[in-house]
């Protein structure tokens, strides 16, 4: 009788593994859930674990070589920030991700951070609740404006498309290796259609450029902390700024500074340098400042294919899928 696989879920925040269970169980894998916080948490709850389910838990190099029967890691997202890599190839386990699954869902949670602020709608809303009417703050209007995009992922992509429907003047995008020719094989035919000019730009025509700028960079060394004080220094005064990437592309006292002063009219945050934040955290007084909690990604929809993919990729590292 051929040996009955086990993978483990290191730790669950969706609540159900309906999904998985639809993939995995017809193979014959037993899916187990821990409640795991730590790599020591994995190293001991998950030892007999062929597979390993990761979500937002750590899992570094001593937990991963002391694994000696896993053979797949599949994490539930993009980024294996969390995760060990190196340690990972040299045990000889399979790594997956899984790219896409989210790409629109962050597209339009950056676009609709942009036009909350645009329009002012979070301080209407206070204020109307408030019992004010007919308020005279500045309302902005993204026609005719300059849209700027750092980074030219899929989700930049998704977002571009979904910006030039609102007509912009022009649309500048930043990617260090991004070229004009490239730029307008992606996007000339909706460019075209709805008559915005595009323009792959350096990163300080990026800043000078913008009237609202959306970043959708990954995080290496080289993007670290990048929107930071020199950053704001030379940005359009008077800019959106919205992050719906990786909170440490930002310096929060550098945005915190710019907003105080003036340099930026507002910034839409899906993220933070640190999650959540603690009291006294710069952003949480500083003006014009919209923050949700790391939600861009989801939806029904979102969800139920990440969480399908992740339990095919645990699949196909076992060799039980094609």
């Not at 879920?9 to 995995?24: I, M, S």
């Not at 187990?32 to 790599?39: H, P, Q």
């Not at 597979?51 to 991963?64: G, Q, S, T, Y």
């Not at 869902?105 to 809303?125: C, K, M, T």
Request: charged share 25%; with cysteine; net charge neutral.
């Amino acid at each position: 009788m051929s040996k009955k696989f086990v993978a483990v879920v290191t730790d669950d925040r969706f609540g159900h593994l309906k999904e998985e269970r639809a993939v995995l169980e017809p193979l014959g894998v037993e899916l187990r859930t821990e409640n795991c916080i730590s790599s020591s948490d994995i190293a001991a709850k998950a030892k007999d674990a062929d597979a390993l389910l990761v979500n937002m838990a750590p899992l570094e190099r001593n937990a991963i070589l002391s694994l000696k029967i896993c053979r797949v890691v599949s994490r539930y997202g993009v980024g294996l920030d969390n995760i060990d890599a190196a340690a990972c190839k040299e045990a000889g386990i399979k790594l997956y991700n899984v790219p896409g699954y989210c790409d629109r869902e962050v597209a339009e949670h950056a676009l609709a951070l942009l036009l909350a602020l645009s329009r002012g709608i979070p301080e209407r809303d206070r204020l109307v609740k408030s019992g004010k009417w007919n308020i005279a703050s500045a309302q902005l209007s993204v026609a005719g404006s300059v849209i700027g995009i750092a980074g030219f992922g899929p989700t930049a992509k998704a977002f571009a498309e979904m910006a030039m429907a609102l007509r912009p003047a022009r649309l500048l995008v930043w990617s260090p290796s991004l070229e004009q020719k490239r730029l307008e094989e992606a996007l000339a035919l909706t460019a075209g259609f709805f008559g915005v000019d595009l323009a792959a730009v350096s990163f300080d025509e990026l800043l000078a450029g913008a009237d609202f700028l959306s970043v959708h960079l990954k995080l290496v060394p080289e993007s670290l902390g990048l929107f930071g004080h020199s950053a704001f220094a030379k940005i359009k005064k008077g800019a959106i700024l919205v992050n719906s990437a990786r909170g440490a592309l930002v310096d929060s006292a550098a945005l915190a500074a710019a907003l105080k002063e003036g340099r930026l009219a507002g910034a839409g945050l899906d993220v933070l340098d640190a999650e959540p934040p603690t009291p006294g955290h710069p952003l949480l007084s500083a003006p014009n400042v919209i923050l949700t909690d790391h939600s861009a990604y989801r939806s029904e929809r979102s969800l139920s294919e990440l969480k399908h993919r992740a339990a095919e990729n645990v699949a196909r590292g076992l060799g039980l899928l094609a």
